[in-house]
């Protein structure tokens, strides 16, 4: 089972302003961590929303909305990628998170879809054959 830990965004890293050494050690000692247990898919922070864009699609159509973008509560700094073998274990990982904020943070726990999931037939056979499977 693979779960995404989003990191929500903050008015501080909108801001652009970096995470200081405490905090970028108790980040690298827990990945460190996930890592040395065999669950570390992927983990990055991003880039403050100023500088990405939004495609949207109304009536068929097709908008590009530069940033930044208003609601930093809706926004993601960041993300770990797990590969778990139960929601428990999953949770139990993600309580172990540093906090990701200056003062509050939060993170959302989503697990990710499998192929298995879908109904199977050739299509899911083309995502298989591009390597997009739950294997690390």
Known sequence: MRFMMIVKASPQSEAGIMPGED??????DYHEELAKAGVLLDGNGL????????ISWKGGRKTVTDGP??????????YT???????EEAQEWAKRFPNPGFDDGEIEIRQLFEL????????????????MTEEK
């Open 23 to 28: 905090l970028l050690k108790a980040m690298a």
């Open 47 to 54: 880039h403050p929303s100023d500088k990405g864009w939004r």
């Open 116 to 131: 298995d999931d879908f109904v199977q037939g050739e299509t899911i056979e083309r995502f298989r054959a591009m390597g």
């Open 69 to 78: 973008f208003a609601e930093t509560k809706e926004l993601i700094a960041g």
């Open 81 to 87: 990628l797990i590969h778990v073998q139960s929601r």
